[in-house]
């Protein structure tokens, strides 16, 4: 893969598009670091300071129950409604299920972009409604398998988060800072 001078975006070349299309298929498991870094924030959301862990099962453990039980309860209902959604004391359960269940559905239009040589190394992204961040981690996700890949060619990203709930903007910049430390 090579950087056109012109507009600088990324052209592939050969089996470049093999490459890119081998992500779907081998990378789309939420990284033990990205689920350890949802695990480490929840718990200092919670209160828990010096969490020392660096074992995911026991991260997992020191969740305490009634929260699981809330979050369980609160994904269960909060979308089954015919009303606004209240994300009240829901940002955690949110961060907990729907980050990692969403990190992906950014891929796929990645990908288009890159077969059709229009996505480029440097990228500044504007993210409007961001919640915990899974559109960032994911674009994130995606240029990390790009440098795995072409480790020749320098890729930037910067990202301008825009939310409501500003619970959802500290929960997505922890997230994103978290993540973009083990690029």
Same mark, same amino acid.
């Given at each position: ?9 990324? @052209?592939?070349?050969?089996?470049? $598009? ?7 298929? +081998? ?10 870094? @949802?695990?480490?924030?929840?718990? #200092? ?8 862990? #660096?074992?995911? %099962?026991?991260?997992? +453990? ?7 039980? !809330?979050?369980? +309860? ?13 994300? %009240?004391?829901?940002? $955690? ?21 890159? *077969? !059709? ?7 500044? @992204? $504007?993210? /409007? ?11 994130? %996700? ?9 480790? %020749? /060619? ?7 988060? @825009? ?5 959802? *903007? ?14």
């Amino acid at each position: 893969m090579k950087v056109d001078s012109f507009d600088n975006t990324l @052209i592939c070349e050969g089996e470049d $598009l093999q490459e890119a299309l081998s992500y779907f298929k +081998n990378y789309r498991e939420i990284p033990v670091y990205v689920e350890e870094a @949802i695990l480490r924030l929840i718990l #200092d959301k919670l209160g828990y300071e010096n969490i020392n862990f #660096d074992v995911l %099962e026991e991260l997992l +453990n020191k969740l305490p129950n009634d929260f699981v039980e !809330r979050s369980i +309860n609160g994904i269960h209902t909060v979308f089954n409604r015919n009303k606004k959604v209240d994300y %009240e004391n829901f940002y $955690l359960p949110y961060l907990l299920y729907y980050l990692p269940a969403n990190v992906f559905k950014i891929w796929k239009p990645l990908l288009e972009l890159h *077969i !059709r040589s229009t996505l480029k190394p440097n990228m500044r @992204i $504007l993210d /409007i409604g961001t919640g915990a961040g899974s559109v960032p981690i994911g674009i994130i %996700e995606f240029y990390k398998s790009l440098a795995k890949s072409y480790a %020749e /060619i320098k890729f930037s990203l910067s990202f301008v988060l @825009i939310e409501k709930e500003g619970e959802f *903007i500290d929960i997505a910049e922890k997230m994103i800072k978290s993540i973009a430390e083990n690029a």
